[in-house]
């Protein structure tokens, strides 16, 4: 009986008890700080002095290291997750802006936004592999699911392209709406998505004929349709639901992953710029550069649940097991 | 055991008569409301339009904050739900308020008050009863609020239960409190104006306080001091399973202020509401 009751308890403990326990990195792009913030509580647990201009952030494939591009210092620095500090540098081009890994986490490309230029970064060494030429101002960064297809959107050239990952070469520009900024494959790799902040739209791109096959467009009643600046895109695992956060509409939309409907719009803080899941895909975070903070979506519910005040000017999230 | 017959023995009167005396007027009041539809309708039709209309309009030009009891962003129409279901108990306080006055100049008054039971039981009664039915339309307004996307946490529903009930029970203590210094329906009309208006508007029931204060620190004050103020961040707190003690305590304290005050008042030997000539009855 004694063990039935021990057992009950520990059961109804294991459900009181949060499933998830992550931490997600902020980087404060003014502040020139990285703001740790555990989402158990949600509270910010650390504030961690970096380089000028912090704005891509993301964490290595195996978790022990946050890389976060300081653009004002020319560099990506490294942060030891267990740590909290820095431990490393890695040899970027000028300007780093935005960033991505491999599958296995071997090798980083990183946009070089002054520089027109793409760097390969060898993660192991941590030594620069070489440097391939892009459009004027690249930014967006993602790479194909199985790997052979590197995608970086240039702002002012408004060309998505498409880089063999083993020749380094260039081997196919997409046209795209004014300014992209952010770009992301789905998982299946059927279809990879461009957000142009100027253009007001999401473009959806056919990633083997390499042209634009659609474009989702949103309209908020009561704000002006320039005040609508698609930027940065969360997309489910399973593809079936997208966020695209809006710039100083102050809203994320929620969009159909298959029909690219848009279902809906939801409030959160000012200038709504990067974003990214937990692991468990219950929370999306968002960052919003104006008013300071990072707003917490329940993605079940597509409810805003939680705002969180953080550094001066908050830029990029990443999201992963403590 | 003395402990068993304290107030009923005290008075006269069994716990069974003053439950029939409740239940008594407490479906009088309910049978009155559902006979009167377009009482309904309009009790939602005011709350409604001001969320439709009116918060539709302010959205953007009010801006968007972060104020306790909220954690996050909020639409102005959220923000204005508390006080749009504190301005339904105000009319439904006022007008059961008015109902008295009717029944005072129809003589129906006369019937509720002649029964042996203490008056103070018999006015309370009627609060509760005015109480109950402000809470169906409450509650009623949250149904339709809810696809508004109005939608406060699940829980919100139970535990803004006992904040309408005093807040209803002050606002009609308040209603019953004029009610009592009002002799004839029409004046009744002047007073509604004179009170509803100038406690909905100088509140926090439109715009949040501390916008109030960039506006005009002494309106602040103003709202600060009006208990109408209280209730609805009674209501909005309570509506996110959140509790702001400040305002309880206030409406609270009013409320039993207010009760009080209209028992007084409506005792002829004492109160305001006296006999004679032109005097009305009671």
Redesign the interface.
């Known amino acids: 009986m004694w063990r039935r009751c021990l057992l009950t308890g520990m059961l109804v403990w294991l459900a009181a008890t949060p499933a998830s326990a992550f931490v997600a990195y902020v980087s404060n792009e003014k502040g020139n700080t990285v703001t740790v913030i555990d989402t158990n509580s949600w509270t910010v647990t650390k504030t961690i002095k970096v380089g000028q201009r912090p704005r891509g952030i993301e964490f290595s494939r195996d978790g022990k290291f946050v890389m976060v591009a300081v653009g004002d210092d020319d560099t990506i620095q490294v942060i030891d997750t267990k740590t909290q500090e820095i431990v490393d540098t890695l040899p970027s081009g000028p300007d780093p802006e935005l960033f991505t890994q491999d599958a296995a986490g071997k090798t980083m490309y990183v946009a070089n936004e002054n520089d027109n230029t793409v760097t390969v970064i060898d993660l192991e060494k941590r030594a620069r592999l070489g440097d391939i030429q892009v459009g004027v101002e690249p930014e967006g960064m993602t790479i194909s699911p199985d790997g052979k297809i590197l995608i970086n959107t240039s702002e002012t050239t408004n060309m998505a392209h498409f880089i063999d990952t083993t020749t380094r070469q260039i081997v196919a520009n997409v046209l795209v709406d004014s300014r992209p900024r952010f770009a992301q494959f789905k998982r299946d790799g059927s279809e990879l998505w461009v957000s142009s902040e100027i253009g007001g739209t999401v473009s959806i791109i056919d990633p083997v004929k390499r042209e634009v096959t659609g474009k989702i467009t949103f309209d908020i009643p009561?704000?002006r349709n320039e005040a609508i600046q698609p930027v940065g895109i969360g997309m489910t695992k399973d593809g079936k639901t997208a966020f695209v956060a809006l710039g100083p509409a102050?809203r994320v939309a929620v969009v159909d992953g298959t029909t690219h409907k848009v279902l809906k719009y939801l409030?959160?803080?000012q200038r709504v710029w990067h974003m990214d899941f937990t692991p468990d895909e219950k929370y999306l975070m968002v960052t919003n550069g104006v008013s300071n903070d990072v707003?917490?979506i329940d993605v079940a519910s597509q409810?805003?649940?939680?705002?969180i005040q953080v550094g001066e000017l908050p830029w990029g999230i990443t999201i992963a097991q403590p | 055991m003395s402990s068993t017959t304290v107030t009923p023995e005290r008075s006269g009167f069994s716990v069974s008569e003053y439950i029939v005396c409740l239940n008594g007027i407490v479906w009088r009041e309910a049978l009155r409301f559902l006979h009167q539809r377009e009482r309904f309708v309009s009790a939602l039709v005011r709350p409604l339009v001001w969320l439709f209309i009116f918060a539709a309009g302010f959205r953007q030009v009010l801006g968007i904050s972060i104020i306790p009891p909220y954690e996050t962003y909020i639409l102005y129409e959220v923000y204005i739900a508390p006080g749009l279901m504190a301005m339904i108990q105000l009319f439904n306080g006022m007008q059961s308020s008015l109902s008295m006055v009717y029944d005072r100049e129809m003589g129906n008054m006369r019937t509720l008050l002649v029964s042996p039971l203490p008056r103070g039981y018999l006015l309370f009664c009627k609060l509760l009863a005015g109480t109950a039915v402000s809470l169906l339309q409450v509650y009623a307004f949250l149904l339709i609020a809810w696809f508004w996307d109005i939608t406060p946490p699940t829980i919100g529903y139970l535990t803004v239960l006992p904040a309408l009930v005093l807040s209803g029970l002050m606002l009609g203590a308040l209603g019953m409190l004029i009610s009592a210094s009002i002799k004839q329906l029409e004046n009744f009309a002047g007073v509604m104006n004179f009170v509803i208006f100038p406690m909905f508007f100088a509140s926090s029931a439109l715009y949040p306080l501390w916008r109030v204060q960039e506006g005009s620190p002494m309106l602040y004050y103003v709202c600060q001091c009006n208990p109408f103020t209280h209730a609805v961040e009674l209501i909005r707190f309570a509506l996110y399973g959140k509790m702001n003690w400040v305002s309880l305590a206030v409406v609270g304290g009013c409320t039993v202020v207010f009760m009080i005050g209209a028992i007084l008042a409506y005792d002829p030997s004492r109160g305001l509401v006296r006999r004679g000539p032109g005097g009305g009855e009671a």
């Open positions: 009561g704000l102050n409030l959160v803080g707003s917490v409810k805003v649940i939680k705002t």
